[in-house]
């Protein structure tokens, strides 16, 4: 897909702070941090959004879930969270399936 962010970025057009490249899957720094590590994981397969990519594609889907483990192990995080958003009114900007591997900090919500 020739307008996708992250179909740019996958293919290499794009610069980006690649942690972590396989056939499948592409790991990369978000360039608007919402933690000390934030890190989103994509496939390189364009599908809208993660329950697309679900229904479209199992399998890739949990690879998906499995990578985000690998590079938040990388990352060095023990405890971290793992965000999709489905939709313009989840947050989701970026029409391509992706994650968000947080961490770094305490997550919890409220602080305390």
């Known amino acids: 897909m020739t307008d996708c962010l992250f179909c740019s970025i996958s293919a290499g057009d794009i610069p980006a702070d690649i942690v972590l490249r396989t056939p499948d899957y592409v790991a990369f720094h978000d360039i608007n941090p919402q933690a000390p590590v934030h890190i989103l994981v994509i496939p390189v397969e364009h599908h809208q959004s ?32 793992l965000v999709f958003n489905t939709g313009a009114d989840a947050g989701q900007s970026v029409f391509h399936a992706h994650g968000h591997v947080l961490g770094g900090r305490d997550l919890n919500w409220p602080p305390g």
């Open 50 to 81: 993660i329950a697309a990519l679900g229904a479209a594609n199992p399998e890739l889907a949990g690879g998906l879930v499995a990578v985000t483990e690998q590079v938040a192990r990388e990352a060095g995080l023990t405890d971290y969270r």
